[in-house]
């Protein structure tokens, strides 16, 4: 017996399915989404509704937000529900100041990647310039470098007007498009380094103040 492929709202369907999106079938006409006209990050319909008001694209970033805006630093065994918890295994005994240094932080890199998203889709749709194509190619340049390099340097780097020179405005949207598309690939990553001079260095610094007091 052939096989029958699903329609375009059956693979709807298997996509919040697969995804573990809050299922929300639309009965508002044409509207986006059940309660949403678009994205509630990007402001877009291009990709499919996946849940939280949120496309495929944005969804898991925004729930690690949702995450974050709800965790209570100063309730009981707060790390154990910690947003990122992993990164307080050496900091179980540290206090809410502590814990709220690591709340901000969070939800800091979370704020900057999902205005990432929505950097992305106005390069996208909107007029791209040189200087937009210069950096996009240093961000994947940076992300996809061969290893080992003797570059510490992207060779994009001050190249704008070389790089634009021989596109039109159309022309640029689509390399800028094509750029966006390849960083996708990688995962985004969060910045542990910097987390550790938000958090680590005045989690040392209470510890050390505690271990004095005890002496």
């Not at 910690?82 to 307080?88: D, I, S, T, V």
Request: charged share 25%.
């Amino acid at each position: 017996m052939p096989k029958i492929a699903p329609s375009v709202a059956g693979q709807s369907l298997i996509k919040e399915i697969n995804t573990g999106g809050s299922l929300t079938m639309s009965t508002d006409g044409d509207r986006w989404a059940a309660g949403y006209d678009a994205c509630v990050n990007r402001g877009t319909v291009d990709r499919d509704h996946v849940g939280s008001g949120c496309c495929e694209r944005c969804l898991p970033t925004w729930r690690k937000k949702l995450q974050a805006e709800g965790w209570d630093p100063t309730a009981v065994g707060a790390v154990s529900r910690a947003p990122m918890a992993w990164l307080l295994r050496a900091h179980e005994d540290a206090p809410p100041a502590i814990l709220l240094l690591h709340k901000n932080e969070v939800l800091r890199q979370i704020g900057r990647r999902l205005s990432r998203l929505q950097h992305e889709e106005r390069l996208r749709t909107g007029p791209v310039t040189q200087q937009d194509l210069e950096k996009e190619l240093n961000r994947v340049w940076a992300m996809i470098r061969p290893r080992p390099t003797h570059r510490v340097v992207s060779p994009f780097a001050g190249a704008a007007t070389r790089i634009g020179a021989p596109f039109s405005l159309r022309q640029m949207n689509a390399v800028a498009a094509l750029l966006i598309d390849l960083a996708a690939h990688v995962p985004w990553r969060f910045d542990i380094r910097t987390w550790g001079e938000v958090v680590e260095r005045p989690a040392g610094e209470e510890r050390l103040r505690r271990a004095r007091q005890c002496r």
